[in-house]
């Protein structure tokens, strides 16, 4: 009986090497791509970042062929939903995902969210 063996994970997407240390603010997506636009997803994950300058512990992304863009931090249970999807990883790997930023305003100002698509 192998029980142990079923904690081992693989990494869920190869990334290409282009996109290394090359991320993206929110906002600084929006500027980049536009509103209403669907932007390619080609995988999506949590890292983890221990340095005391960093705002949380765990950060969310997801990734486009030029770059990672951050996640907003309440947006953090449902990417870890889509990594708990098996059906959710092969699409988004088949080139099925997208998103659209979209903006709107709360007694901070202005903010963004993200909105998952099919493509």
Not at 37 to 46: K, L, R, S, T
Not at 52 to 75: C, G, H, L, M, Y
Request: aromatic share 12%.
């Amino acid at each position: 009986m192998a029980y142990f063996s079923n904690f081992n994970k693989e990494f869920l997407f190869e990334l290409p090497e282009n996109i290394k240390g090359n991320y993206l603010k929110i906002a600084d997506a929006v500027e980049k791509y536009g509103d209403g636009v669907i932007i390619p997803v080609i995988a999506f994950g949590i890292s983890t970042n221990h340095s005391p300058k960093a705002v949380s512990e765990r950060n969310a992304w997801i990734a486009t062929e030029d770059e990672f863009i951050n996640v907003p931090a309440f947006q953090l249970p449902e990417i870890e939903k889509m990594m708990a999807d098996s059906n959710a990883v092969k699409l988004c790997k088949q080139g099925k995902m997208g998103i659209m930023i979209e903006q709107y305003e709360n007694n901070w100002g202005l903010q963004y969210k993200m909105r998952w698509c099919d493509r």
